[in-house]
Structure formats: C-alpha cells, structure tokens
Nanobody
Framework: VQLQASGGGVVQAGGSLRLSCAAS????????MAWFRQSSGQEREPVAV????????DYADSVKERFTITRDNTKNLVYLQMDSLKPEDTAVYYC?????????????????WGRGTQVTVSS
C-alpha cells in the first residue's frame, strides 16, 4: 500500500494550494479517504473526509468554506483544494484511507497513511 501526498509549498496568507494524494496497492474506489494535518507540537488533526462515492463529505470547522476535498476514482487520486489560506493552516498534511465512512474522526480509525507534504503559510 502506498499513499503519496504532493503539492505542498510556501504561500502567502490569502493564497491557494492544491494538494494531491496518489494511492496504490488497495482498492481505492471502495475506501474512504481523508486529509489530516499536524503542526509542530500539536496532535494530528482531521481536515476533510470523503466517502468512496464522493456523496458524503465532511470538514473540520476550521477549514469549512475554504477547503474542498475531491477524488478521482479513475486515477486513484484524492485532492485538497485550499483557498484563503491562513498562517494557522501551516502544517504537514497527510492523506489517509479507511474502509468505512464516518464524519470527521480521529486518526486511530485509519488503516493506511502516506508521507506528508509541508504547507507553510506566511503572514
């Protein structure tokens, strides 16, 4: 199983970034996918989750109306479009997978994890 996140970088406050996560080694189109983030000294927190059909989506309150999660089951990709970025969005962002959908929930429920990609938002 492999989950490879990419697309991170340095951006000014108010800017945008689009993260991608490429999945392989499992039946991607039957798994719920999510994005988490972890900033220095903090616990890993969920950001957004999307069911395998993309019919169920949920966001952390801190990113609602600014971030959008989508997926392409034909390409085994999940995306996180991040707009109106704030300095407090600075973190390492990870994608994760689990079999069954639930709204925003803890990291312990996820089976597969990828390496993260750093997002830095300057003020």
């Amino acid at each position: 199983v492999q989950l490879q996140a990419s697309g991170g970088g340095v951006v000014q406050a108010g800017g945008s970034l689009r993260l991608s996560c490429a999945a392989s080694g499992f039946t991607f189109d039957t798994y719920t996918m999510a994005w988490f983030r972890q900033s220095s000294g903090q616990e890993r927190e969920p950001v957004a989750v999307i069911s395998w059909t993309a019919l169920s989506i949920d966001y952390a309150d801190s990113v609602k109306e600014r971030f959008t999660i989508t997926r392409d089951n034909t390409k085994n990709l999940v995306y996180l479009q991040m707009d109106s970025l704030k300095p407090e969005d600075t973190a390492v962002y990870y994608c994760a997978a689990k079999k069954y959908y639930s709204n925003i929930s803890g990291a312990h429920l996820y089976e597969y994890w990828g390496r993260g990609t750093q997002v830095t938002v300057s003020s």
